[in-house]
């Protein structure tokens, strides 16, 4: 009854053993340096990150503010059918009779309109002239929001390489 118990027993305290003499075709290709692990936590830093993107939303309301100045075309189409044909029929004098001219239509009239196919075109362009000065105020108002988003989160941002000194104190 022993023997079964010592061969299990020998058999766990082998097993890590053979885990660890298996052999692995893991080679190192690059080592990590200093300024690649500097580089590797700006780029994955999600503060950093959010900054640039809200930059990048800055820089696109810019855009958006000076598109307003630029004119507006706008183009719209319309196509119509009648589903049944339309007629009128005007007997003579039906909108009356006046002195000197007679009877308003002088004959009977039959007006009808078949069924076809219409078109309607619209366009207009508009440039905004009036409201050029305060379109401009909202350009150097979204300029300056550009400034405030970027200037402290990318432009002080520490370099790989560089170590960041301890803030400087005023005199």
């Known amino acids: 009854m022993k023997r079964p118990v010592d061969i299990s027993i020998l058999v766990l305290m082998l ?24 580089n590797l936590a700006l780029e994955n830093n999600r503060q950093i990150q959010t900054a640039a993107l809200q930059v990048q939303k800055a820089s696109e309301e810019v855009d958006i503010a000076r598109s307003r100045r630029l004119p507006v075309f706008d183009i719209q189409g319309q196509a119509s059918q009648l589903l049944t ?12 009779e006046f002195p000197g001219i007679g009877p308003i239509p002088s004959t009977d009239t039959d007006v009808s309109v078949p069924q076809q196919l ?15 000065f305060r ?22 941002r520490p370099r790989a390489g560089e170590i960041p000194g301890p803030p400087s104190m005023p005199r």
């Open 15 to 38: 097993l890590p053993a053979l885990a660890a003499a298996q052999t692995t075709n893991v080679t190192i290709t690059e080592r990590l340096t200093l300024d690649r692990a500097i």
């Open 85 to 96: 044909p339309v007629n009128f029929a005007f007997p003579q004098g039906a909108f009356g």
């Open 118 to 132: 219409t078109y309607y075109l619209y366009s207009q362009v508009s440039q905004p002239v009036t409201q050029l």
């Open 135 to 156: 379109i401009n105020r909202g350009i150097d108002s979204a300029v300056a929001s550009h400034g405030i988003v970027d200037e402290p989160n990318l432009s002080s």
